[in-house]
T-cell receptor, first 109, second 113 residues
Framework: GQSLEQPSEVTAVEGAIVQINCTYQTSGFYGLSWYQQHDGGAPTFLSYNALDGLEETGRFSSFLSRSDSYGYLLLQELQMKDSASYFCAVSPYGQNFVFGPGTRLSVLP | GAVVSQHPSWVICKSGTSVKIECRSLDFQATTMFWYRQFPKQSLMLMATSNEGSKATYEQGVEKDKFLINHASLTLSTLTVTSAHPEDSSFYIC?????????FGQGTRLTVV
């Protein structure tokens, strides 16, 4: 089976940098994805790591280390609109995605 | 990116009635779609995998007779919550996979009164 762990909550101030960690246990998977979900909305795709290393997309970066079964999402220059829940997800060798428990990020003024 | 449309976005129904939720892939064909349920402040839990032209695959603990899934075409999957009860009130989200991304419908907030 697959299981993922994330911190339940993170709080930071506008303009700061925050890192959301994700550790996982899975027998095999294609890659690690990150999704953002605002209250009442559907998840939206943020980033995907198929290979070890850092992927950068604007203010967001994501990192994967398969040897450590670990990844993180890095958010820079935080804005109030970044307040949301963030989910890491793995896609086992199949088609569905398994989501972590989610991290609720609160950005304070 | 790919677009998945889900309808309705919210529905209120009386206990004991049935509700149908539609999920459409608008600009790509999806042989497989996924139905998730999300309770407040919790993660997305996979309920079932919908396969075009064949029976859905349900996750352990999900009643297939209560949550009927039909995937009659490559662009449409439906989830029918039969004999709904207040404990079925939740946020239901469908998704379809395109390459390495999962694209989600807007979600349906079901409230059973």
């Amino acid at each position: 089976g697959q299981s993922l762990e994330q911190p339940s909550e993170v709080t930071a101030v506008e303009g700061a940098i925050v890192q959301i960690n994700c550790t996982y246990q899975t027998s095999g998977f294609y890659g690690l994805s990150w999704y953002q979900q605002h209250d009442g909305g559907a998840p939206t795709f943020l980033s995907y790591n198929a290979l070890d290393g850092l992927e950068e997309t604007g203010r967001f970066s994501s990192f994967l280390s398969r040897s450590d079964s670990y990844g993180y999402l890095l958010l820079q220059e935080l804005q109030m609109k970044d307040s949301a829940s963030y989910f890491c997800a793995v896609s086992p060798y199949g088609q569905n995605f398994v989501f972590g428990p989610g991290t609720r990020l609160s950005v304070l003024p | 990116g790919a677009v998945v449309s889900q309808h309705p976005s919210w529905v209120i129904c009386k206990s004991g009635t049935s509700v149908k939720i539609e999920c459409r892939s608008l600009d790509f064909q999806a042989t497989t779609m996924f139905w998730y349920r999300q309770f407040p402040k919790q993660s997305l839990m996979l309920m079932a995998t919908s396969n075009e032209g064949s029976k859905a695959t349900y996750e352990q603990g999900v009643e297939k007779d209560k949550f009927l899934i039909n995937h009659a075409s490559l662009t449409l999957s439906t989830l029918t919550v039969t004999s709904a009860h207040p404990e079925d009130s939740s946020f239901y989200i469908c998704s379809a996979r395109a390459d390495t991304e999962a694209f989600f419908g807007q979600g349906t907030r079901l409230t059973v009164v």
